[in-house]
């Protein structure tokens, strides 16, 4: 079969899935676009040349391009109508709505810029009460959201220098993390190793830590040495629900009901974050009771005990 001439909408089409995937160098996207012609038996011809009004035209049309000498093409901004279904408006509403008031606002920008001014979509119904600290959209929080992530791509230790909530400033050598999202508030969630436990019998729970992401001032580059942890350590914990709760069911992945019976259910579950887990404890009140590790329900009793002494100051 002799070759044909390509297409010059599915050519441009091809050149804007490769820029949205990543920025590209011209070298990438005449390898990857003689490829796509090749696949359709079309001639490249000068592919440099084709690339390069290509680029132009796009541009002309409202395409924000960026480039430069010896730097790869980066799609900035793209206006390429986006048709919708009434429930997909609703759905795209719904997130720009969550992500707003998550404090990303500027990825609710992004995603209102998918559909035209005059088409934007209605409000939606859903309310939600998040109360995040900061924007984190704000400059300084996104750079560091930002150097995060990329530092989380090379599964490398790094450092960061911390600012607590009562001002004190450290520097802390992380191992294994990830961004978490809790209650509103974004979290790097790290694996500590220099972490002085207090309490050995949980010491190694102990080094998964929380630093909240507005609190952190900076970072290093990623060290030479890789993470040496693949998971998180974790611990199993039992509790006994009972009252209102008597016929709880387990929404997370990691709880199971181990028994039940008359007015009761327990369930086990591994926890990799035992502050939280703390807190999802004491809000079900006197509803539930721990079964173990002893070193848990101990502390639970503790706190009951603290709350109910300082309540009792207030009467």
Same mark, same amino acid.
């Given at each position: 079969?002799?070759?044909?001439?390509?297409?010059?909408?599915?050519?441009?089409?091809?050149?804007? &899935?490769?820029?949205? #995937?990543?920025?590209?160098?011209? $070298?990438?996207?005449?390898?990857?676009?003689?490829? =796509?012609? /090749? *696949?359709?038996?079309?001639?490249?011809?000068?592919?440099?040349?084709?690339?390069?009004?290509?680029?132009?035209?796009?541009?002309?049309?409202?395409?924000?391009?960026?480039?430069?000498?010896?730097?790869?093409?980066?799609?900035?901004?793209?206006?390429?109508?986006?048709?919708?279904?009434?429930?997909?408006?609703?759905?795209?509403?719904?997130?720009?709505?969550?992500?707003?008031?998550?404090?990303?606002?500027?990825?609710?920008?992004?995603?209102?810029?998918?559909?035209?001014?005059?088409?934007?979509?209605?409000?939606?119904?859903?309310?939600?009460?998040?109360?995040?600290?900061?924007?984190?959209?704000?400059?300084?929080?996104? &750079?560091?959201?930002? #150097?995060?992530?990329?530092?989380? $791509?090379?599964?490398?230790?790094?450092?960061?220098? =911390?600012? /607590? *909530?009562?001002?004190?400033?450290?520097?802390?050598?992380?191992?294994?993390?990830?961004?978490?999202?809790?209650?509103?508030?974004?979290?790097?969630?790290?694996?500590?190793?220099?972490?002085?436990?207090?309490?050995?019998?949980?010491?190694?729970?102990?080094?998964?830590?929380?630093?909240?992401?507005?609190?952190?001032?900076?970072?290093?580059?990623?060290?030479?040495?890789?993470?040496?942890?693949?998971?998180?350590?974790?611990?199993?914990?039992?509790?006994?629900?009972?009252?209102?709760?008597?016929?709880?069911?387990?929404?997370?992945?990691?709880?199971?009901?181990?028994?039940?019976?008359?007015?009761?259910?327990?369930?086990?579950?591994?926890?990799?974050?035992?502050?939280?887990?703390?807190?999802?404890?004491?809000?079900?009140?006197?509803?539930?009771?721990?079964?173990?590790?002893?070193?848990?329900?101990?502390?639970?009793?503790?706190?009951?005990?603290?709350?109910?002494?300082?309540?009792?100051?207030?009467?």
């Amino acid at each position: 079969m002799s070759p044909q001439s390509e297409n010059p909408f599915s050519f441009t089409l091809e050149l804007l &899935k490769l820029l949205a #995937q990543k920025p590209q160098t011209r $070298e990438e996207l005449c390898t990857s676009l003689t490829a =796509y012609l /090749s *696949s359709k038996n079309c001639t490249s011809g000068d592919i440099s040349q084709k690339v390069a009004r290509t680029v132009r035209r796009l541009r002309d049309a409202g395409f924000e391009i960026e480039s430069a000498p010896h730097r790869p093409y980066r799609l900035q901004t793209s206006n390429f109508p986006v048709i919708l279904t009434p429930a997909q408006q609703e759905a795209l509403a719904m997130a720009i709505a969550i992500l707003a008031d998550m404090g990303f606002s500027a990825e609710a920008g992004h995603l209102s810029q998918i559909v035209a001014a005059e088409d934007e979509p209605s409000q939606t119904l859903l309310k939600t009460d998040f109360s995040p600290p900061v924007d984190y959209s704000r400059d300084r929080t996104q &750079k560091i959201v930002e #150097q995060l992530r990329s530092r989380l $791509e090379t599964q490398h230790r790094f450092v960061i220098r =911390y600012r /607590s *909530s009562s001002g004190k400033e450290n520097n802390y050598d992380l191992d294994r993390s990830e961004l978490r999202l809790h209650n509103g508030v974004l979290y790097l969630f790290s694996f500590v190793p220099a972490w002085n436990s207090w309490r050995s019998s949980k010491s190694m729970l102990d080094r998964n830590r929380l630093f909240r992401v507005d609190r952190i001032l900076s970072m290093t580059r990623p060290s030479d040495v890789p993470w040496c942890y693949t998971i998180f350590p974790t611990e199993t914990f039992r509790y006994r629900m009972s009252g209102p709760l008597a016929n709880y069911r387990p929404r997370r992945h990691q709880e199971r009901v181990i028994d039940e019976g008359n007015g009761f259910v327990e369930i086990e579950t591994r926890e990799d974050c035992e502050f939280w887990f703390r807190q999802r404890i004491l809000q079900y009140g006197s509803n539930v009771r721990v079964l173990s590790p002893e070193w848990f329900a101990r502390d639970i009793e503790k706190e009951w005990r603290k709350a109910f002494t300082v309540s009792s100051q207030r009467l």
